[in-house]
C-alpha cells in the first residue's frame, strides 16, 4: 500500500505529516477541499511525523534561500533521513512537496517519488491554516512574528543592489525625456502661434525652438526694444546677420499690437519653455552619466539614449542581458513584426537599433546586414554590463571598432580582425583596468580608515 507523506515548509521550521486513508482521499479531490477548511475533520487526516525548528532568524534564512534556489539544505537533508521510512521502504511512499524544483533535488538525493500535484496542494492549504493547531506549543502569535521576520530578512537579501547600479533611473529618465520632447514641441509651436501675432517675421528668422523662446522673452514687445539692446540680442542668436534681419524685420512687420497683460503671459509661458529646455538638457546629462554606471559598454556602442530604449523596453538590464541578438534586432518594432507574420509579409530587419549611428552609416543593401551584425554585439556588451562587477568602457570601444570595421568590409571588401583576436585583446586590457580600479579603492578605503582614526583620536586629546 502506497503511503503518502507531505513536507511543510514553514518560517518556524520543517514538518513531516503522513497522510491517512491515501487511497481513498486520492479519488475525491472535491471532498479534500471541504475537509482541509474544518480542523477537527482535518486532524483526522493528517498526522504528525516530525517537527524541526529553526535554531535562529540566520538559520531560518540559509533555508529558505536554498529551498527557494532548489537546493536541500543540509538541515532539510538530515531531517529528511532521520525521519523518512527506511530505504527499503521508501519504494512504496510518495512524498509531496510544495515546489517542483525541491522535489526533483529530494528525489535525486533519496530515490523518493515526489509529488506537487493533485490532493498534495490542498493538503498543504489546509498545514497552512492550522498549523498553530498542529504543532504543540506554537501559537498564532509566534507564527506571525516567525513569518514577518523571516518575510523581511528575505525579501531585504532579494532586493538587496548596488544603487549606483540600478537601472530603474534610466528607464524613468529615458521615459521623462521622450516626455519633455514631446511638450517642448508643443508648448514650442504655441508660443510661436501666440507672439507671431505681435511679430510673425521673427518666425521664419529665428528657426531654433529654444533661441525663439529666449528671444521672445528678453523682446518682449517690439515697439520697446531699441537698436542699443543689440549685443543682448546677438549674445542669444549668436549670429549677426539675423540680427540685423530681426531689426529690419521690426520696421516693417504686420503683426498687431498687443495689451500688457497679453505680453506678460506670453513672458511667462517663454520663461517656462527656457526652463523645460534648461531642465531637459540637465536630464540628459544624467542619462549619460547613469548609462556610464550601469551599461559603460553598452552606451559606448550603441550611444546613451538608444541602450537607454532599448534597456526600458526590455523591463530591465538583466532582461535585456538574456534577450538573443535576433530579439535585440527587432525590439521595438514588434506591431510590425506580427503584421509580417500575419500577413506572411516580409519581417523588419530592425527596431530600436536603427536610430543608432552605424545603421545611418550604412549603405541602403546594407542596413538589413549592420543591423544583425550590431543587435550581435548589443547582446554582448549588456551581458557584461549585466554580469561584471566592475563596470568598463574597454569591450564597448572594441565592440564599436568591430562594427566600423564590418561597414568598412561591406564598402571596401577589407578584411576586418578576429571576433577571437580583438576579444583577447579587450579581456587583457579590462583585468589591467580592473587592477588598477581596485588598487585604487584599496588605497581609498586606506585613506578613510586613516581619517577616522584621527577624528576619533582628536576628542580623546581634548578631554586629557
Same mark, same amino acid.
Given at each position: ?54 535554531? =535562529?532568524? +540566520? *538559520?531560518? /534564512?540559509?533555508? $529558505?534561500?536554498?529551498?527557494?534556489? %532548489? !537546493? &536541500?539544505?543540509?538541515? #532539510? @537533508? ?25 522535489? =526533483?533535488? +529530494? *528525489?535525486? /538525493?533519496?530515490? $523518493?517519488?515526489?509529488?506537487?500535484? %493533485? !490532493? &498534495?496542494?490542498?493538503? #498543504? @492549504? ?339
Amino acid at each position: 500500500m502506497t503511503k503518502l507523506y507531505i513536507l511543510f515548509e514553514h518560517a518556524s521550521g520543517y514538518a513531516l505529516f503522513q497522510i491517512r486513508e491515501f487511497e481513498e482521499i486520492g479519488m475525491n479531490i472535491p471532498q479534500v477541499e471541504a475537509t482541509v477548511i474544518d480542523l477537527s475533520k482535518f486532524a483526522t487526516v493528517v498526522k504528525l511525523i516530525a517537527f524541526y525548528p529553526f535554531q =535562529s532568524g +540566520i *538559520n531560518a /534564512l540559509d533555508n $529558505i534561500n536554498a529551498i527557494s534556489e %532548489g !537546493v &536541500v539544505h543540509d538541515d #532539510l @537533508r538530515t531531517f529528511l533521513d532521520t525521519n523518512l521510512p527506511k530505504e527499503k521502504k521508501r519504494a512504496k511512499m510518495i512524498l509531496g512537496v510544495a515546489d517542483t524544483r525541491i522535489g =526533483s533535488t +529530494i *528525489n535525486e /538525493l533519496f530515490s $523518493i517519488t515526489c509529488q506537487h500535484t %493533485g !490532493v &498534495v496542494p490542498e493538503l #498543504l @492549504r489546509g498545514l497552512r491554516l492550522h498549523f498553530p493547531n498542529l504543532i504543540k506549543g506554537l501559537t498564532d502569535q509566534n507564527q506571525s512574528k516567525a513569518q514577518l521576520g523571516l518575510g523581511h530578512a528575505y525579501s531585504r537579501a532579494k532586493v538587496k543592489f548596488n544603487v549606483n547600479r540600478v537601472d530603474n533611473m534610466i528607464i524613468q529618465s529615458i521615459a521623462l525625456l521622450d516626455q519633455l520632447d514631446k511638450d517642448i514641441n508643443t508648448f514650442s509651436m504655441r508660443i510661436r502661434e501666440w507672439y507671431g501675432y505681435h511679430f510673425p517675421e521673427l518666425i521664419r528668422i529665428v528657426s531654433d525652438n529654444y533661441t525663439y523662446a529666449r528671444v521672445v522673452y528678453l523682446m518682449k514687445n517690439r515697439k520697446d526694444f531699441t537698436t542699443d539692446r543689440e549685443d543682448e540680442l546677438e549674445a542669444i542668436i549668436m549670429d549677426s546677420g539675423k540680427t540685423a534681419a530681426v531689426f529690419e524685420a521690426m520696421k516693417t512687420t504686420i503683426g498687431m499690437d498687443i495689451s500688457p497683460i497679453d505680453l506678460i503671459n506670453i513672458e511667462s509661458f517663454a520663461n517656462r519653455v527656457i526652463h523645460l529646455f534648461e531642465y531637459r538638457k540637465s536630464l540628459q546629462e544624467y542619462l549619460k552619466s547613469k548609462m556610464g554606471q550601469v551599461a559603460p559598454n553598452l552606451a559606448m556602442l550603441i550611444g546613451e539614449q538608444v541602450g537607454a530604449r532599448l534597456i526600458a523596453h526590455a523591463g530591465s538590464l538583466t532582461n535585456l542581458a538574456k534577450y538573443p541578438a535576433s530579439t535585440i534586432q527587432i525590439l521595438g518594432a514588434e506591431k510590425a513584426l506580427f503584421r509580417a507574420l500575419k500577413t506572411k509579409g516580409n519581417t523588419p530587419k530592425y527596431g530600436l537599433i536603427y536610430h543608432s549611428s552605424h545603421i545611418g552609416k550604412a549603405n541602403t543593401q546594407n542596413k538589413g546586414r549592420i543591423s544583425r551584425y550590431l543587435a550581435n554585439k548589443c547582446a554582448i556588451a549588456s551581458r557584461i554590463d549585466c554580469f561584471s562587477e566592475i563596470p568598463t568602457t574597454i569591450f564597448g570601444d572594441h565592440l564599436k571598432q568591430q562594427v566600423s570595421d564590418r561597414l568598412k568590409f561591406y564598402d571596401s571588401g577589407e578584411l576586418p580582425a578576429k571576433n577571437v583576436d580583438v576579444m583577447k585583446i579587450a579581456l587583457d586590457e579590462a583585468n589591467i583596468e580592473r587592477e588598477q580600479i581596485l588598487l585604487k579603492e584599496k588605497k581609498r578605503k586606506k585613506k578613510e580608515k586613516k581619517r577616522r582614526k584621527a577624528e576619533a583620536a582628536a576628542p580623546a586629546e581634548e578631554i586629557e
